[in-house]
């Protein structure tokens, strides 16, 4: 678990822990099926993809779904299903994408919570994504957190961006604390349009979070090396997987969730800092079992 530390001079830093909460985003919403054979689409693909990177060392499963076609989908009855069955077949944690794909209506992602997902994903702005907007204003923020604090899911903010955190900040002031009690983010670093994904931004963006907050990070693409290695050097946490990164190597594309969440857990082994288990997971979170 990360705690704070405060410094000689007054400032406050994160101070490495035992464990290493790592958590697998497996699919996302922009890789196609066609290209990245690789990637879990099917229902029964996700099962299996759980349970290996839950085996590598994973702790929290980032969810988006696909339909039949595998494009990506926010139909509530197979978010429900797959709710089921990743509880069925693991004891990750099960946290929902609410950012869906950038083509999502507000009203589809406020009503991924109603499939009752432990956790699910908050994104505290909008950013610029590549070609395309990922439209997170104001209102939709506070209507999704009010959302996540009456159903007690908890949230995890995601931060793709400096204004993002300064969001942040003023959501915990106006609506106080979330569901589980416990401030956890994860930076999400070399999108194009938010923030790099190098050692200094982790730095700077890590001392700008809420005193007392957990963090982990991913880099996309090439950044993911760099943002792993920097996260685990500063006491953070990690995400990883095909959400994020399809190529493990230069030239060399993924070809599992789990080689990731292998990779990752060997980092932090190295680092002293072993990957930790869904209980403490829940624990460090406040997420409750609800199997
Ligand atoms: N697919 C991106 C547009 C989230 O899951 O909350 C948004 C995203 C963030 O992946
Ligand atoms: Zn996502």
Same mark, same amino acid.
């Given at each position: 678990m990360t705690d704070i530390a405060t410094r000689g001079d007054g400032s406050r830093a994160a101070k490495p822990g035992p464990a290493t909460l790592i958590t697998v985003a497996?699919?996302? !919403?922009?890789?196609?099926k066609a290209a %990245?054979? !690789?990637?879990? %689409? @099917?229902l029964e693909e996700l099962v299996t993809t759980a349970k290996e990177c839950r085996e590598a060392g994973a702790a929290v499963i980032h969810v988006h779904i696909r339909d039949a076609d595998a494009r990506p989908t926010l139909d509530l009855g197979r978010l429900r299903d797959t709710v089921h069955a990743l509880r069925e077949s693991t004891d990750l944690i099960v946290q929902l994408s +609410?950012?869906? !794909? /950038? @083509?999502?209506s507000f009203e589809r992602r406020l009503a991924v919570l109603d499939a009752g997902p432990d956790a699910c994903s908050l994104t505290c702005g909008t950013v610029n994504f590549g070609d395309d907007v990922f439209m997170n204003p104001w209102g939709f923020m506070t209507e999704l957190y009010a959302k996540t604090q009456s159903l007690g899911v908890v949230p995890e903010f995601e931060l793709f961006d400096f204004g993002h955190i300064a969001s942040l900040h003023r959501l915990l002031a106006q609506y106080g604390p979330p569901a589980g009690g416990h401030v956890h983010c994860d930076l /999400?670093?070399?999108v194009p349009g938010g923030m790099p994904g190098d050692a200094g931004t982790l730095v700077n963006a890590v001392a700008a979070l809420p005193a007392g907050a957990t963090w982990s990070a991913t880099g996309i693409g090439r950044t993911s090396l760099p943002v792993l290695f920097a996260a685990l050097a500063a006491g953070g946490h990690l995400r990883v997987g095909m959400e994020d +990164?399809? @190529?493990? !190597?230069?030239g060399r594309a993924v070809k599992s969730n789990a080689e990731l969440v292998e990779r990752a857990a060997a980092a932090a082994e190295l680092a002293q800092r072993p990957a930790m288990t869904p209980t403490s997971a829940r624990d460090m979170l406040g997420v409750p079992d609800h199997r």
């Amino acid at each position: 678990m990360t705690d704070i530390a405060t410094r000689g001079d007054g400032s406050r830093a994160a101070k490495p822990g035992p464990a290493t909460l790592i958590t697998v985003a497996p699919t996302g !919403a922009e890789s196609e099926k066609a290209a %990245v054979p !690789a990637l879990p %689409v @099917t229902l029964e693909e996700l099962v299996t993809t759980a349970k290996e990177c839950r085996e590598a060392g994973a702790a929290v499963i980032h969810v988006h779904i696909r339909d039949a076609d595998a494009r990506p989908t926010l139909d509530l009855g197979r978010l429900r299903d797959t709710v089921h069955a990743l509880r069925e077949s693991t004891d990750l944690i099960v946290q929902l994408s +609410t950012g869906g !794909a /950038v @083509t999502d209506s507000f009203e589809r992602r406020l009503a991924v919570l109603d499939a009752g997902p432990d956790a699910c994903s908050l994104t505290c702005g909008t950013v610029n994504f590549g070609d395309d907007v990922f439209m997170n204003p104001w209102g939709f923020m506070t209507e999704l957190y009010a959302k996540t604090q009456s159903l007690g899911v908890v949230p995890e903010f995601e931060l793709f961006d400096f204004g993002h955190i300064a969001s942040l900040h003023r959501l915990l002031a106006q609506y106080g604390p979330p569901a589980g009690g416990h401030v956890h983010c994860d930076l /999400v670093m070399g999108v194009p349009g938010g923030m790099p994904g190098d050692a200094g931004t982790l730095v700077n963006a890590v001392a700008a979070l809420p005193a007392g907050a957990t963090w982990s990070a991913t880099g996309i693409g090439r950044t993911s090396l760099p943002v792993l290695f920097a996260a685990l050097a500063a006491g953070g946490h990690l995400r990883v997987g095909m959400e994020d +990164t399809i @190529t493990f !190597a230069r030239g060399r594309a993924v070809k599992s969730n789990a080689e990731l969440v292998e990779r990752a857990a060997a980092a932090a082994e190295l680092a002293q800092r072993p990957a930790m288990t869904p209980t403490s997971a829940r624990d460090m979170l406040g997420v409750p079992d609800h199997r």
